[in-house]
């Protein structure tokens, strides 16, 4: 039985989704979301930390499958247009996946007032520092990526995140200290969140270095 999501095709994804498996459902998600993740710092850089885009996004497209608008057609994936016809898709389901993605960043960017601004190579590589220079022992590459994902999380998932795991301080001395947040259970589901986002954004890079996932 498959497992792991690189075990699988694209078609089979569907043919496995419209089936409604469990494996390849959990599998999918994962697909996704290791992509999504990795295509973030360029295409999403003020909606990093917040998994709300990536969940619409997928949704839709989740949607699509399972409501056969996106299906198999003699080994081919196709997509039905507006006007009823199944037409050969022209990108993989994860390029698409990210282009339904900039359609909600656009629209959410537009009702808050904020303008777009992609991130430029300067700026990515400034991210990644040292994790991209010269050669490195195993273990001290994994601190690297775990310290430069920790750093470029957005301002307030650092804040969260180094006060309960580094300064071991409890939710409710971080609420007294803490701005935005109305209650006890708002600031556990953001340290949640933020948590999950973390540990996305290191197995993308670990997978990238092809190290292996222990307790993340």
Known sequence: MKNLYSEWTE?????DLQQKKKVAETAFYNYCRVY???????NFPKAIGDDSLFDDSFMTL?????SRKISVIEGLLCRRDD????????????????????????????????????????????ILGRVVSAPINERTLREEIVAQCVDTLPPGCRTILTAFYYEDKNLDE???SSEGFNSKDALKTRKYKCMQSLKNRIRFRFERYHLKLTSI
């Open 83 to 126: 006007e009823g016809e199944m037409r050969q898709m022209t990108s993989s389901l994860r390029t698409f996946l990210i282009g339904i993605a900039k359609n909600k960043y656009k629209e959410q960017l537009r009702a808050e007032g904020k303008k777009d601004v992609p991130m430029s190579d300067a700026d990515i590589m400034q």
């Open 36 to 42: 999504f993740d990795g295509c973030s710092y360029t």
């Open 11 to 15: 078609q089979e994804f569907v043919n």
């Open 62 to 66: 989740w949607t699509e499958i399972t």
């Open 174 to 176: 971080i609420l007294t």
